[in-house]
Nanobody, 121 residues
Framework: QVQLVESGGGLVQPGGSLRLSCAAS????????MGWYRQAPGKQRELVAD???????TYADSVKDRFTISRDNAKNTVYLHMNSLKPEDTAVYYC???????????????WGQGTQVTVSS
């Protein structure tokens, strides 16, 4: 059994900052890609940022230069540092991880439960 537990969401004013955290736990052999997606009301879920185990990162154009993804491989944890937040960043943010479980073959992808980020004055 694998769990992804997110934390750090909340209400913030435009221009403010938040840091999201996501920790993977369970019978994990190795975590590979970890990333963040978001889904705003009435919209499809979209990639915000992701990171390979080696640290190669990808960002959505809308968040480049404002958001930074980082990870601690020893803790199976990924972070999303969000600066200069805008009302259009309001969404439920989901953590995603590709990993191999102990005793298993192959990589499976798991989702966190989501954390709400609201940017409003």
């Amino acid at each position: 059994q694998v769990q992804l537990v997110e934390s750090g969401g909340g209400l913030v004013q435009p221009g403010g900052s938040l840091r999201l955290s996501c920790a993977a736990s369970g019978s994990i052999f190795r975590v590979y890609a970890m990333g963040w997606y978001r889904q705003a009301p009435g919209k499809q879920r979209e990639l915000v940022a992701d990171s390979t185990r080696g640290g190669t990162t990808t960002y959505a154009d809308s968040v480049k230069d404002r958001f930074t993804i980082s990870r601690d491989n020893a803790k199976n944890t990924v972070y999303l540092h969000m600066n200069s937040l805008k009302p259009e960043d309001t969404a439920v943010y989901y953590c995603n991880a590709g990993l191999t479980m102990v005793g298993a073959v192959g990589t499976r992808y798991y989702w966190g439960q989501g954390t709400q980020v609201t940017v409003s004055s």
